[in-house]
Nanobody, 119 residues
Framework: QVQLVESGGGLVQAGGSLRLSCAAS????????MGWYRQAPGKQRELVAT???????NYADSVKGRFTISRDGAKSTVYLQMNSLKPEDTAVYYC?????????????WGQGTQVTVSS
């Protein structure tokens, strides 16, 4: 069983910054992809940023140039540095991992962390 523990959400004014962290625990043989999604009230969950095991990144157009995803492979931890935050970035942010475990290939979600950007 893999667990994802997120931290770093909170309330920030527009233009400010936050850094989210997500630590994966459990028996993970390899990570195919790890990253962040978000869901605003009344909207579908959407991709924010992901990173493959090889280090390739993918960003939503709305966050390119403002958000940066990084990963500490040794610790199976992924970070999301969010700069120049806008009110429309307000959402619950979820960590996600696509990995190989003792159960085979699985994907897991964190419990979510709230990010609120005030105008």
């Amino acid at each position: 069983q893999v667990q994802l523990v997120e931290s770093g959400g909170g309330l920030v004014q527009a233009g400010g910054s936050l850094r989210l962290s997500c630590a994966a625990s459990g028996t993970i043989f390899s990570i195919k992809r790890m990253g962040w999604y978000r869901q605003a009230p009344g909207k579908q969950r959407e991709l924010v940023a992901t990173m493959t095991g090889g280090g390739s990144t993918n960003y939503a157009d709305s966050v390119k140039g403002r958000f940066t995803i990084s990963r500490d492979g040794a610790k199976s931890t992924v970070y999301l540095q969010m700069n120049s935050l806008k009110p429309e970035d307000t959402a619950v942010y979820y960590c996600h991992v696509d990995c190989t475990t003792t159960l085979g290939r699985r994907d897991y979600w964190g419990q979510g962390t709230q990010v609120t950007v005030s105008s």
